[in-house]
């Protein structure tokens, strides 16, 4: 459960940082940017975690369906952010491309993390 504390507030303190810098339109397109890769990684942190914990031997199937499962979660984000919500694309797409490969990285940390305590 630490990890998505520290995902958010990671996540959180940096828009805050550049809400700070842009103009208010722009701070709600970074803040959408950023919300969808933080929800995707915080729900599959909070499953794999579990998996892993509870029937290890599952953790790769899993994954596996989870990368489908947010495939279409980030199809359709993106879909309803730029159409129905009408976000300026730039702003959007640049922060929300940010925020994936940030938190990400930081899931997959977590994720070794995890792995080589079990290791031990």
Do not use: C, H, N
């Amino acid at each position: 459960m630490k990890p998505i504390a520290y995902m958010a507030a990671a996540a959180i303190a940096s828009w805050v940082g550049a809400a700070v810098l842009v103009d208010p339109g722009t701070s709600f397109e970074i803040f959408f940017g950023m919300l969808g890769p933080l929800a995707a990684v915080s729900g599959t942190w909070l499953v794999a975690e579990w998996v892993y914990r509870e029937r290890p031997e599952q953790l790769t199937s899993f994954m596996a369906a989870a990368f489908f499962v947010k495939m279409v979660f980030f199809g359709a984000y993106v879909a309803v952010m730029l159409i129905v919500m009408r976000v300026r694309p730039m702003p959007f797409v640049v922060s929300f491309t940010g925020y994936f490969v940030g938190l990400y990285l930081m899931e997959a940390l977590y994720l070794k993390r995890l792995f080589s305590k079990r290791s031990r």
